[in-house]
């Protein structure tokens, strides 16, 4: 089956923010199901986790928090939301047989991922919360990590969105006639 994910290689709470999308000028949602849920755990490499509605209700409640605290830092609901999804795991460090381990502890299993994306998300935020962007495309509702050298990246495909504004750009300027050619 193919990846459906649009930016298969950003970190997992990016990686579930992306799961709202629009494809063909309509939103998607990747996760609608639990059908959905179990195509996404097999693309984020995590098949073994449950595909259950408590899961699937766990990553939508994640997936809003995120987003609520990428849109806006300083909303103390979107914080409050987040910081409940984090309340139902913690990592607890011990000396295992092979040596220092961390290991996540959750409530339920179904919230595992949800909260191992917000966690991830705190550790974005703590190193680079400033290369933590929503795509400049038209229309576009993706975000992205900006692991570029320069730290200027605006969109969240040259492909799909940068070439579109390229095309926009040229566009205008040839209705101006200050296009060149």
Known sequence: ???????????LPIDLLNTELIASGRRVDLLADVD?????LEAVGRPELP???AGLAALHEARAAVRG??????????RRRLNAVLD?????????DAGPASVVEVRD?????????????????RTDRHRLRACDGHDCVLWFHDTSRSGR????????CGNRAKARRHHARSKDGTAKG
């Not at 089956?1 to 970190?11: A, H, V």
């Not at 299993?109 to 935020?125: F, G, I, P």
């Open 1 to 11: 089956m193919p990846d459906p994910r649009p930016l298969p290689d950003e970190p």
């Open 36 to 40: 959905g849920l179990r195509t996404w």
């Open 51 to 53: 595909a259950s509605p």
């Open 69 to 78: 605290v990428l849109e806006d830092a300083g909303d103390d609901a979107a």
């Open 88 to 96: 139902r795991g913690r990592r607890r460090e011990e000396l295992g």
């Open 109 to 125: 299993e179904a919230d595992r991922l949800a909260w191992e994306a917000a966690s991830a998300l705190l550790q974005l935020l």
């Open 153 to 160: 990246r605006q969109w969240c495909s040259m492909a799909t």
